[in-house]
């Protein structure tokens, strides 16, 4: 295992703000301006900041956001799905360019024993759980096998600090056989104490539930868990919290899906400690819901990829999916979330590039950023089973951008065959399988990475796009396993950290 590297002081910053510009000529910039290519690993250098910087999945508080990639499919000390992250550090350079840090079961203070089949990084989530500064690791281990039985599962919390990672807390052990603990996961502050708590999915029999493990995460703190809602022959397919209410505090977004049954709810956790219905739809996404400000009021609003119907239902928020659809849900400042309307966006709406076909998965996989820093929030819509040309599960991503409530977004596409993207568009490489959004090179502009877990054979890789500020940037490093060093990786970037 590679040791977590020393970085650059981080550098000076400014809160200046760019004016807000027209969003169809911003897409088109990044399209024009994202140069992909392929540069060499170097190792990291001077010491860490010394305070924290307090971003999100910065672990060791440099001022660079770091890429976390679950590899659940890894082999590790020879038993094979054992499962690791790798986690990519951000620098002056980006991603790629300033080593890596391998986190498993085997590592010294992180809870837990490795074991075939565990699947360790099946989830991931990043947030100060116990607000040091430092960002920490959250990783679901759904498989984990402990005393309740086979595959109870277990959430662990895994330190970081000044010098990297330093040791973990077990925050949920599953309490039941096949009880799935960890195969879903997200933070927020739910019970609005100052602490943050982890939401996570639960199995029994024939039913599901979500349940939040409050914060303090020390020794000794009450493990009780709070359940948020459950199904009896269906279960949560995705979680992603927001503060949808606009009361201040985080609510929790989950899409579920049963026999007969779909939908998408928000649910808040009141004073009393109940959890109550703010806002739901019978429509809902199998793998990716997103937060983001995409109309500019200050208000969250809720993104749904790749829209599935309710069966049972005559009626849906987009009649329209062939090949996948997004659907955008828009909060109100001083409202709740649906007060601004409603949109859908598919690869057949006005200036959104490419053509809708079936089997697409238009919106399978979503992140959100500030990519201009114009205060409205871009989507990055990931379609790892969209052919290009003739080869299929070649994989697409769109950077996208609201043109107001109601209306479509807008933006370019970008595959392994697009002008200065490295490599080549090959069947079953499913680039955009993940998507992921941060300031990995420290410049203020949040920068973009991809997935592509079927690159070299099943070995995987992640992209690497630095945002455009001042023109076009020079050629973007792809991250893979052979160039980190990396022993036993197997669908490398399938799973990406936010």
């Given at each position: 295992?590679?040791?977590?590297?020393?970085?650059?002081?981080?550098?000076?910053?400014?809160?200046?703000?760019?004016?807000?510009?027209?969003?169809?000529?911003?897409?088109?910039?990044?399209?024009?301006?994202?140069?992909?290519?392929?540069?060499?690993?170097t190792a990291g250098g001077a010491s860490a900041a010394a305070q924290p910087s307090k971003l999100r999945a910065d672990y060791n508080g440099d001022g660079y956001v770091d890429l976390a990639v679950g590899v659940p499919d890894a082999t590790v000390s020879g038993k094979a799905k054992a499962g690791y992250v790798n986690v990519v550090w951000g620098g002056a350079n980006g991603l790629g360019r300033h080593g890596s840090t391998t986190v498993s079961q085997a590592t010294p203070g992180v809870p837990g024993t490795v074991e075939a089949g565990d699947?360790?990084?099946?989830?991931?989530?990043?947030?100060?759980?116990?607000?040091?500064?430092?960002?920490?690791?959250?990783?679901?281990?759904?498989?984990?096998?402990?005393?309740?039985?086979?595959?109870?599962?277990?959430?662990?919390?895994?330190?970081?600090?000044?010098?990297?990672?330093?040791?973990?807390?077990?925050?949920?052990?599953?309490?039941?056989?096949?009880?799935?603990?960890?195969?879903?996961?997200?933070?927020?502050?739910?019970?609005?104490?100052?602490?943050?708590?982890?939401?996570?999915?639960?199995?029994?029999?024939?039913?599901?539930?979500?349940?939040?493990?409050?914060?303090?995460f020390t020794e000794g703190s009450s493990a009780k868990l709070s359940r948020v809602d459950g199904w009896h022959f269906g279960g949560p397919s995705v979680l992603a919290s927001g503060d949808f209410d606009g009361d201040g505090g985080d609510d929790l977004a989950i899409s579920y899906k049963g026999m007969e049954i779909s939908g998408t709810t928000v649910r808040s956790r009141t004073a009393s400690g109940e959890w109550q219905t703010v806002w739901d739809t019978p429509?809902?996404?199998?793998?990716?819901?997103?937060?983001?400000?995409?109309?500019?009021?200050?208000?969250?609003?809720?993104?749904?990829?790749?829209?599935?119907?309710?069966?049972?239902?005559?009626?849906?928020?987009?009649?329209?999916?062939?090949?996948?659809?997004?659907?955008?849900?828009?909060?109100?400042?001083?409202?709740?979330?649906?007060?601004?309307?409603?949109?859908?966006?598919?690869?057949?709406?006005?200036?959104?590039?490419?053509?809708?076909?079936?089997?697409?998965?238009?919106?399978?996989?979503?992140?959100?950023?500030?990519?201009?820093?114009?205060?409205?929030?871009?989507?990055?819509?990931?379609?790892?089973?969209?052919?290009?040309?003739?080869?299929?599960?070649?994989?697409?991503y769109w950077v996208l951008a609201s043109l107001g409530t109601g209306q479509p977004f807008t933006g370019p596409s970008f595959s392994q065959n697009s002008a200065g993207v490295a490599g080549t568009a090959e069947a079953g490489d499913r680039f955009g399988a993940a998507v992921a959004t941060g300031d990995y090179n420290g410049d203020t502009y949040p920068d973009v990475a991809v997935g592509a877990p079927g690159e070299d054979e099943g070995k995987g890789?992640?992209?690497y796009a630095p945002t455009p500020k001042d023109g076009p940037k020079p050629p973007v490093t792809s991250v893979t396993p052979g160039k980190l060093g990396l022993a036993g990786a197997r669908a490398y970037g399938g799973v990406l950290g936010r």
């Open positions: 295992m590679a040791s977590a590297p020393q970085h650059v002081r981080k550098p000076s910053r400014t809160s200046a703000r760019k004016p807000a510009r027209n969003k169809i000529l911003a897409a088109a910039a990044l399209c024009a301006a994202t140069a992909l290519g392929v540069t060499g690993l699947r360790f990084g099946t989830a991931l989530a990043s947030d100060d759980m116990n607000g040091d500064g430092y960002s920490d690791l959250v990783v679901g281990t759904p498989h984990e096998a402990n005393s309740a039985g086979l595959a109870a599962g277990t959430v662990t919390v895994v330190w970081g600090s000044a010098s990297g990672f330093k040791g973990g807390f077990t925050a949920a052990n599953g309490d039941l056989s096949s009880a799935n603990y960890g195969a879903l996961l997200a933070t927020g502050d739910f019970d609005k104490d100052g602490d943050k708590d982890i939401a996570f999915n639960s199995h029994f029999d024939e039913s599901s539930s979500v349940v939040v493990r409050s914060g303090p429509d809902s996404s199998r793998t990716a819901l997103a937060t983001g400000d995409f109309d500019g009021d200050g208000s969250d609003d809720l993104a749904i990829g790749d829209v599935q119907a309710n069966p049972e239902t005559e009626s849906t928020n987009c009649e329209d999916r062939l090949g996948g659809a997004v659907l955008t849900v828009f909060g109100k400042k001083g409202g709740k979330l649906g007060d601004g309307g409603h949109s859908c966006t598919t690869q057949g709406s006005p200036q959104v590039a490419g053509t809708p076909e079936a089997e697409d998965d238009f919106g399978a996989h979503l992140a959100v950023a500030n990519l201009d820093r114009d205060g409205i929030d871009e989507l990055v819509v990931g379609a790892d089973t969209e052919a290009v040309g003739t080869a299929k599960d070649a994989g697409t890789g992640v992209w």
